[in-house]
């Protein structure tokens, strides 16, 4: 079950790391300007962020078997769409395509993160929680490595179009092979023995999960630590997209690497990313096991995304490129460092409603995005690189500090209501 959740993260940020990637072959043939491929960026996010919550509670009341079979062929067919649109289209037309079709490419990632969390939750003990998201977080990342690479050398090769068609194969046999096995709960599977249950230990999602509706996700919306986590979340999330969507670009165009050379370096800076996700959730279990949920969830958040702050402003100062390359490596690791505790802490909280509550962080998490990629492009279009690095300094610093007043040991109570309020840091 592990497997598939960390196969279905790694194909989801291929798919949407390869756009990002084909749009130096976009800008070069069909004239596609820094503004337009930003909107293309900024268009799967928009309507990525804000269907995460539907997407949960659509998780919770479906279940994961289902959900992933209909998210993923639409995925599929979503990124299909890109390469083939310019067949069938062109100028303002073909733009309105591409722009459609990463709108529907959002939609149906939306609910990958949320779902994954709620089978995750549902398929693992609480001392285990941090280490499966951050090594989950870890696919993510390992997909976003491969992307850079794997779509510029299939470019070289074949053109951008084609290497989109060919990037995209792997997603089938994997949606086929989840639809044959894959299942809701460790109850459901014929394969779990009696110890394996006792082992990952009781868990409430049979009996109320599939009840959830609006009145209670308004009331998750309302819990201090789910906003807290949240806030902290979105807030890493313009230095992880400033690293994820623009890394290539820069390379290119700061500091004048060619496509090829720049696909090989941009796959260091997720591979960073990726031993960084591994690494935050084995600390964040470590931690949970010597300190409890309350402070256990706290050290890796609070040490660790600021350091990433400094180093995004190292990248921009050093006058050496690999050096540059060095730091937004080092930069991406220590923000990813956040996932798995920041996840974890959320299970705590958020329990039988895990899959909704995720949808509320993730959605906060990449409105991170939907304000920085604009401005990004902003800035890079007017070549204020530095300027967009040290404003993802400054929001890696706040992810930080927040950790002081999150306390993963108070449970979301479904049904009662408690105001929002900011306690003293203890």
């Not at 491969?146 to 053109?159: K, Y």
């Not at 409603?353 to 800035?379: E, K, Q, S």
């Amino acid at each position: 079950m592990f497997g598939f959740m960390f196969a279905f993260a790694f194909i989801a940020y291929i798919q949407r790391q390869a756009v990002t990637v084909a749009s130096a072959g976009m800008i070069k043939t069909l004239g596609f300007s820094q503004m337009q491929i930003g909107t293309l960026a900024w268009s799967f996010l928009v309507s990525y962020t804000f269907l995460q919550i539907s997407g949960g509670v659509y998780g919770q009341r479906r279940g994961a078997r289902r959900v992933f079979v209909v998210i993923s062929l639409t995925a599929y067919a979503a990124v299909i769409a890109t390469p083939l649109a310019p067949a069938a289209f062109s100028g303002y037309a073909l733009f309105a395509v591409m722009v459609l079709a990463q709108l529907v490419l959002g939609c149906a990632q939306a609910p990958v993160f949320p779902v994954s969390s709620g089978v995750l939750e549902a398929w693992f003990p609480a001392q285990r929680w941090s280490l499966v998201l951050g090594v989950q977080a870890l696919g993510m990342n390992l997909g976003a490595a491969l992307a850079p690479p794997l779509i510029s050398q299939l470019m070289v090769a074949t053109g951008w179009r084609e290497a989109l068609l060919l990037a995209s194969l792997p997603a089938l046999p994997l949606i086929a092979a989840w639809a044959w096995s894959g299942r809701n709960t460790p109850r459901e599977h014929a394969g779990v023995s009696a110890i394996e249950l006792a082992e990952i230990g009781p868990r409430r999602e049979d009996s109320k999960a599939p009840s959830i509706g609006w009145p209670r996700v308004r009331r998750l919306l309302a819990d201090r630590n789910v906003v807290l986590i949240t806030l902290s979340y979105g807030s890493m999330n313009y230095a992880f997209y400033l690293l994820q969507v623009w890394c290539f670009l820069y390379l290119v165009q700061e500091r004048h690497f060619t496509i090829l050379e720049s696909g090989w370096l941009a796959m260091a800076p997720p591979l960073g990313a990726a031993l960084g996700c591994g690494v935050g959730g084995k600390l964040g279990d470590v931690c949970y096991a010597r300190y409890g949920a309350r402070w256990g969830y706290r050290w890796v958040p609070l040490i660790g995304v600021p350091l990433g702050g400094v180093f995004l402003v190292a990248a921009v100062e050093t006058s050496n490129a690999y050096w540059a390359v060095a730091a937004l490596t080092a930069a991406y690791a220590a923000v990813e460092l956040l996932e798995g505790p920041s996840w974890a802490a959320m299970f705590h909280v958020a329990r039988a409603d895990t899959m909704a509550a995720v949808g509320v962080l993730n959605t906060g998490g990449n409105l991170g995005g939907v304000i920085g990629i604009p401005l990004v492009a902003y800035l890079s279009g007017h070549g204020m690189w530095t300027a967009a690095f040290v404003i993802g300094a400054l929001f890696a610093v706040l992810a930080g500090v927040l950790w002081l007043w999150i306390d993963a040991s108070r449970p979301f109570d479904p049904d009662t209501h408690r105001e929002i309020e900011i306690p003293s840091i203890s």
